[in-house]
């Protein structure tokens, strides 16, 4: 009988840990991968966030265990919005989002002890409503954003200054579970 294949998570991310769970899922380990996230010259969203997923992954690279890793972009066009690390930055980030539809993009990759590295991408669309200053003033004071992609994290307040999002929530929340089910499934994960 093969022992069942173990999981480790490369990402600090409580979110993700607390998604995965949803799969049923426990990391063995949490081994938070630290690459250069700077995008390259031109390169398009959808490439730079597949492309830091598979890095995150191959950085944490482990013979014993299958790594998980993921990254989500936030995309204003071909725009690719910082992850808010200052209140000037966040508040930037969400007048531009105001009344606008943007993509997240999320992006995942399981690298199998063997090797072998499979990836996923979901693309959510949202749209903000047109938000007032007071209303921008409010979630900054709130904290939320910080170290969050385009300045926001839809599992907290601002979800209820979202008007509509078109795809999957839990990979605007940073891990998207069809994707990263059918991942873990492939590798040959007993999930539900």
């Not at 993700?16 to 899922?25: F, Q, S, T, W």
């Not at 910082?82 to 997240?104: I, N, Q, Y």
């Not at 200053?133 to 599992?155: C, N, P, S, V």
């Amino acid at each position: 009988m093969s022992t069942p294949p173990t999981l480790v998570l490369a990402s600090a991310s409580p979110r993700r840990r607390e998604l995965l769970a949803r799969l049923g899922v426990e990391p063995a380990q949490v081994v938070p991968a630290d690459i250069d996230e700077t995008p390259e010259p031109r390169e398009i969203p959808r490439n730079y966030a597949v492309r830091v997923a598979r890095e995150k992954a191959l950085a944490a690279a482990s013979q014993q265990h299958h790594v998980l890793a993921g990254d989500t972009v936030v995309a204003l066009g071909r725009r690719i919005l910082p992850k808010a690390d200052d209140e000037a930055t966040a508040r930037r980030c969400l007048e531009l989002l105001s009344g606008r539809r943007h993509r997240v993009l999320s992006a995942i990759a399981l690298r199998s002890p063997d090797g072998t590295l499979r990836e996923r991408l979901s693309e959510t669309i949202v749209r903000f409503k047109n938000l007032s200053r007071t209303e921008i003033d409010a979630y900054l004071d709130g904290g939320e954003w910080h170290g969050k992609a385009g300045g926001y994290a839809i599992q907290g307040s601002a979800e209820g200054l979202i008007a509509w999002i078109g795809g999957s929530h839990s990979g605007v929340v940073g891990l998207p579970l069809f994707e990263t089910r059918a991942l873990l499934k492939a590798a040959g994960f007993a999930l539900g």
